[in-house]
């Protein structure tokens, strides 16, 4: 009777109580997500504004805009500005002016745009020889020494600008770039992150889309009906990394990561999780070895609902002429659920699991990133509970002008679970859940520009990214108890500092 009751009110809380990585998902996506936005803004070197033209058209406009260059620089005006009017340049074109800089630095500035780091710091510097003077092309040169982790060498240069230079604009860059070296030359790096905001589900309780249950084999209609619902969110994260100055055990690495989630209405899915994560990096012959441990502990309702303890190794190599980043990750665990007062049945879930994860990212510029990954799982509880999935996902990252950024992922995983629940039907179970998601960043300090002058932004408010996020889940199961859709929608204001 117990049972019965707890399935008519509850079953359509089925993908909360099925699986616990369902919340450790969302804690891990919203943890990476605020280091995302933190860091984001430290991947743009140049903001580019190329239109393709034809080629006769292009070479006009360049022996044009040359020109006029010319006069700029013979004024002695600044070299950024006389090729920002430039039109894209192709190293033809730099062949035919190799003495010209406008040229030659907005050439520079399209291999940034492609990612080609290194050539263009190598036409950068030619540009320096002959014009030691322009400052703004210094601290460019510095800059991409910096991204290519030639430290010592943009130290240097930033020394230069820093002895001569009186612009503050520039001197405010060779400030913030000569902590970024110091950071990095340190051998523990520590960071902490915050993150708080809302989130709206239209479905909260993963109401199914039919409307009625299975008990027993025979559809009971249900009551209660989609229920929509906000959420308070807190997500706070730390982590530390020693570099050992090895040549094969490099780093040393642990992070952890709480998160708060309070729903407004329906408090049984209130979650509290505690995510823990520590292993190493070691450089071998073949590829870089991350080995982890792993551990996660879930609260529902201020009760104890899940453990969660793992090993991993993952191996990555780049590939395709190192195009790709490619990666292979193996990880086995133990998850052990508890009964809770709207969860009587959780213990049924309790077992092993195992997952192998192949993909790999790739930079298709220097603005665009996109990651790829093949997933297959495996759970071992009793015999309804365990199942074999196999998952799809695919994301990009996109930065923007104005350091700010978009993200989106599609997931697909298939599920197929062992045996039926004779509770529930006779019917073994089959699960198809896709899940989209887009989220935009950009820093509050972009927003309260267009305040008014009369508004004073608060100096905390500098570092702070905005993140609003809109997300798609739909689950299609064979039986009904399982079948819904839910929409939404969610702000976070993020915060990371570097120590």
């Not at 998902?25 to 393709?52: E, F, G, I, Y």
């Amino acid at each position: 009777m117990t049972r019965l009751v707890t399935n008519l009110s509850m079953a359509g809380l089925g993908v909360v109580s099925e699986n616990s990585k369902v919340l450790q998902s969302r804690a891990m996506n919203l943890v990476s997500r605020t280091a995302l936005s933190a860091l984001s803004v430290c991947l743009c070197v140049t903001q580019l504004h190329a239109q393709p033209v034809g080629t006769e058209a292009a070479e006009r406009r360049t022996k044009e805009a040359t020109q006029q260059a010319g006069k700029t620089i013979s004024a002695e005006d600044d070299l950024m500005a006389a090729a920002e009017a430039l039109p894209p340049v192709t190293f033809s074109q730099v062949l035919e002016a190799p003495d010209d800089p406008a040229v030659n630095l907005r050439y520079a500035q399209d291999l940034i745009l492609k990612g080609n780091v290194q050539l263009a710091a190598a036409t950068v510097e030619r540009i320096l020889i002959n014009y030691p003077d322009a400052d703004s092309v210094r601290l460019l040169y510095a800059i991409l020494l910096y991204r290519m982790d030639v430290l010592d060498d943009s130290a240097a240069q930033l020394d230069i600008l820093e002895a001569r230079s009186s612009d503050d604009a520039i001197l405010k860059e060779v400030a913030r770039y000569r902590k970024l070296i110091d950071e990095r030359n340190r051998p523990i790096k520590r960071s902490a992150a915050i993150s708080i905001g809302m989130h709206y589900d239209r479905n909260r309780n993963a109401f199914p889309d039919q409307g009625t249950f299975l008990i027993g084999g025979a559809p009971i209609q249900g009551t209660t009906g989609e229920v929509d619902d906000f959420g308070h969110v807190v997500i706070a994260a730390t982590d530390m990394r020693m570099d050992t100055n090895g040549q094969q055990l490099q780093e040393i690495f642990a992070d952890a990561a709480f998160l708060y989630d309070n729903q407004v209405e329906i408090d049984e899915l209130d979650v509290r999780a505690l995510l823990l994560n520590g292993g190493l990096t070691y450089k071998s012959r073949y590829g870089t070895l991350v080995p982890g441990l792993h551990a996660a502990l879930i609260q529902l309702d201020r009760e104890k609902y899940s453990r969660d303890y793992a090993v991993s190794l993952r191996g990555e190599r780049p590939v395709l002429n190192s195009k790709v980043a490619a990666y292979a990750e193996v990880r086995a665990g133990w998850r052990k659920f508890n009964n809770t007062r709207n969860l009587p049945f959780a213990r049924e879930q309790s077992g092993q699991y195992h997952e192998l994860t192949v993909g790999g990212r790739r930079a298709l510029d220097n603005r665009t990133l996109i990651h790829g990954a093949v997933s297959l799982n495996s759970v071992d509880a009793i015999n309804f509970e365990s199942y074999e999935s196999y998952e799809l996902s695919l994301d990009f990252t996109r930065i923007l002008p104005a350091d700010t950024f978009l993200t989106g992922s599609v997931t697909v995983e298939k599920q197929f679970y062992q045996g039926p629940d004779p509770f529930i039907t006779q019917r073994t179970r089959h699960d198809l859940d896709t899940t989209y998601n887009l989220t935009y960043g950009v820093p509050v300090a972009n927003i309260t520009t267009h305040l008014g002058e009369s508004f004073v932004s608060p100096p905390f408010l500098e570092d702070v990214v905005l993140t609003v996020s809109v997300e798609y889940q739909n689950s299609n199961s064979n039986i009904p108890n399982f079948d819904y859709d839910n929409v939404r929608g969610q702000f976070l204001l993020n915060r990371r500092w570097d120590f």
